[in-house]
Every structure is written in C-alpha cells, then in structure tokens.
C-alpha cells in the first residue's frame, strides 16, 4: 500500500531539547502522513529518541512547534498524548509482568461497572475489559494467546510485544509509534511482529517505527527519516536507495543530492 501523501497528520518544526551543554535537538522537523508507516533511523546520540519523546508527550521541547491534524499541541505527559490518540510502545514494552494480558490492555484506563457498582463502589467491569481484549487479539490474530487472564509473564518476547502493540491499535486513533519492537526477539517472533505492523497500517492507521534493524526497516517502510546531528537530515524512499546508502547517510559518510546541492 502506497502512503496517501495529503496534508501531513503529524509535523514538527524547528524543535529545540537542551540537556545542560548537550543540544539533543537541533532544530528538528518531522512529517508523518496519513496510512504510512515512517521509519525513523540514525546513529546512537542522533536525536532521533528525544524527537520521538518530545512528539509523544515524554519531553517537552525548548523551542519549535508540533502539530497534530493542523492543531498546535503542546503535550505536558505521554497521558495526554494519548487522549489526542498518540500511543507509544516503547522498547521496555510498559507491561506489568504478573497482570493479565486484558489488565495490561486497559492499565490506566480501566472500565467501571455501570451504575452505582461502578460510580459509587469503583467496581470493575471485566467481562466487557476481557471480551474487548480478546476482540483485539482476533483483529490483528494473535490467536496464539488462547487464555486473556493468563499473566504477561508467561508470555513469549513475540506475545508480549504482540499485546504491546494490540493496546496500542486498540487505542491509538491517530498515531502508532513503536521503538524497537523486534530488538529483543528472534527470527521467526519478529517475522510475526512486522505482519503485525502492516496489519495495523492496513486499518488505516499510520506508523512510527524506530529502529536499527536496517532489513526490516526496507521491508516495512514507506519512507524512512533519516536523523544525524540533532535533525533531519534526509527522507528517502527504500525503492530508491539501498540499505548501504542509508547507513552511509546515518553516519556521514554520504551526503544525500539535496544536501550536497544545498
């Protein structure tokens, strides 16, 4: 599916994030268009984490602008960037390892009974929690989970993630990001997480993905952002560049035509 390349659902300009002496952003901008996923790639210490936290509500920039369907949004929490339909599954996942997989789906978010039980007594409603999750996990088919109270500990690397990134569609209205989700798993737990990622494309939903696997990353990507120096330096797209042209970017060992032009 080729990205619908309209009006940009997410932009950032100019972004700012000092660190005492360290400028982790440098001026950075950002475009995120609707039903694409946007692969976000740079060397260790390019910005490219703080660019991703200041867009996902984790930081809030020194300087610049963001913007979220045309809207100026200046995001105080990553909670708040949820409410606007921004979910972030970060590398460390965020899951309560002893919670069940249809608690970790609705942790801090979770339903009330209707009527007094739930207003009043703050009473759960768990069958409609665990019909929603196991909803969810058929959507994106992830039938290999077959017990939605079973605890997230007893999970595979691939499962969690899987449930990881099934809040995050559940949820995520606007924007998915997702950092590293293949880093900690093997072959065949990865192969199922990228089908799992153009599933959630398919549902319309648009995708940032950080990561350094440089094989995946030309696999799933529509576009691929490439970070150096606290900005953007570059966006290519994978069908006209190969994966050694994007390290060569990533490290400065090449310079993209527009730059050298520039």
């Keep these: 599916m080729e990205p619908i390349l309209t009006a940009p659902i997410l932009t950032a300009r100019g972004l700012v994030k000092r660190y005492g002496r360290v400028t982790a952003l440098d001026h950075a901008d ?5 039903g694409e996923i946007l692969a976000v790639i740079g ?15 984790a930081i809030t920039p020194d300087e610049g602008e963001i913007r979220l369907q045309g809207q100026v949004i200046n995001f105080r929490s990553p909670i ?14 965020a899951l309560s390892p002893a919670l069940s997989i249809a608690d970790n789906m609705f942790l801090g978010r979770e339903l009330r009974k209707p009527g007094v039980m739930g207003q009043w007594f703050r009473k759960l409603d768990r069958s409609a929690m665990e019909k929603f999750a196991r909803d969810k996990l058929s959507e994106l088919g992830l039938m290999t989970i077959q017990n939605i109270n079973q605890a997230v500990e007893t999970l595979s690397g691939g499962q969690r993630q899987g449930v990881a990134v099934a809040r995050a569609a559940a949820f995520g209205s606007k924007v998915i990001i997702l950092d590293e989700p293949t880093a900690a798993l093997g072959v065949k737990e990865s192969r199922r997480v990228l089908e799992l990622i153009l599933d959630v494309r ?10 350094h696997n440089m094989p995946h990353v030309f696999e799933v990507a529509d576009r691929i952002h490439i970070h150096r120096l606290g900005r953007r330096l570059t966006v290519i797209n994978p069908k006209d560049y190969t994966m050694s042209d994007a390290v060569a970017f990533m490290t400065g060992a090449k310079l993209p035509a527009e730059a050298i032009a520039a």
């Design 80 to 93: 708040e960037a949820r409410k606007a339909g921004i979910e972030t599954v970060y590398q460390n996942l």
């Design 202 to 211: 398919r549902r319309g939903i648009p995708i940032v993905l950080i990561s």
């Design 43 to 57: 060397d260790n210490g390019a910005g490219k984490s703080s660019m991703i936290k200041a867009i996902s509500g």
């Design 30 to 34: 950002f475009d995120l268009y609707p």
